[in-house]
């Protein structure tokens, strides 16, 4: 699709170290894109509101992110409808910012976002794992969540083989 750029994905669960990696990546001039910004940033959007409240009523509701996050994580299939709601939002926002960018893109992705729709635009794929332990520990460092909450949301994206 752009042969004249060379695309990477950094693919893993949350917690593992991508965000890190794409900090240190930025400061050598190579072009970021994380995908949970553009997931933020269209969650946000009144359109994707407007959807989301009427083809998912019983979560457009709920305000807290760590409450959404939870129930989301522990329904497979809530998270897969969610998901395929944001979808095409956040894949019209991923080609402009890819159209703006230079020659070498590096691009965060996180296990559960339809990773498996996108994959054949990317010319590199870097799966990024750590321990259990210290994925644990930067979560509660970096987000305050209990070691519960995050086995509940790390535990359904475990299963990736299809993703990569």
């Not at 893993?12 to 794409?22: D, F, N, Y």
């Not at 230079?102 to 054949?120: A, W």
């Not at 509940?152 to 990736?160: F, S």
Request: net charge positive; glycine share 4%.
């Amino acid at each position: 699709m752009y042969k004249e750029k060379k695309i990477i994905a950094i693919v893993g669960e949350i917690g593992v170290g991508k965000s890190t990696i794409l900090d240190c990546l930025s400061l050598w001039g190579f072009d970021i894109i994380k995908m949970d910004d553009i997931n933020k940033e269209i969650s946000q959007s009144w359109l994707y509101k407007r959807k989301i409240k009427k083809e998912c009523p019983f979560v457009s509701h709920i305000d807290n992110k760590k409450i959404l996050a939870n129930v989301l994580f522990n329904n497979e299939n809530l998270l897969k409808i969610v998901s395929n709601l944001a979808f095409p939002y956040i894949y019209k926002k991923f080609i402009k910012l890819v159209k703006k960018a230079h020659d070498i893109i590096i691009v965060e992705i996180p296990y559960n976002m339809n990773f498996e729709k996108i994959s054949n635009l990317f010319d590199i794929i870097i799966e990024i794992q750590t321990s259990e332990k210290n994925q644990i520990e930067r979560v509660i460092q970096r987000d305050g969540r209990t070691e519960f909450d995050i086995k509940n949301i790390t535990t359904p994206t475990l299963n990736k083989q299809h993703i990569l």
